[in-house]
């Protein structure tokens, strides 16, 4: 993830959006906006949904997980 530093940073600076893809760990969504990406889609964010359940699932505008917590090392 370390790799996408200068992508990200170009990015920014000619004022394109980054979505981050396959994002399955807290960890890496934290790298993410610490890299000014803040969008993102993945595993961490709902498995799979049938399509009768995504309207649902969007309409909670909720991420289901807490990105403040960070694991001690």
């Known amino acids: 993830m370390l790799g996408w530093a200068p992508s990200a940073?170009?990015?920014t600076v000619i004022g394109l959006e980054?979505?981050?893809e396959g994002v399955e760990t807290a960890e890496a969504?934290?790298?993410l906006l610490d890299l000014g990406c803040h969008r993102?889609?993945?595993f961490l964010?709902?498995?799979p949904l049938p399509a009768?359940?995504?309207e649902a699932h969007l309409n909670t505008m909720q991420?289901?997980?807490n990105l403040?917590?960070?694991p001690k090392r």
């Open 9 to 11: 940073g170009l990015c």
């Open 18 to 20: 980054i979505i981050g």
């Open 29 to 31: 969504a934290r790298t």
């Open 40 to 42: 993102a889609q993945g």
């Open 45 to 47: 964010i709902t498995r």
């Open 52 to 54: 009768e359940e995504i």
């Open 63 to 65: 991420i289901p997980f």
């Open 68 to 70: 403040e917590h960070r």
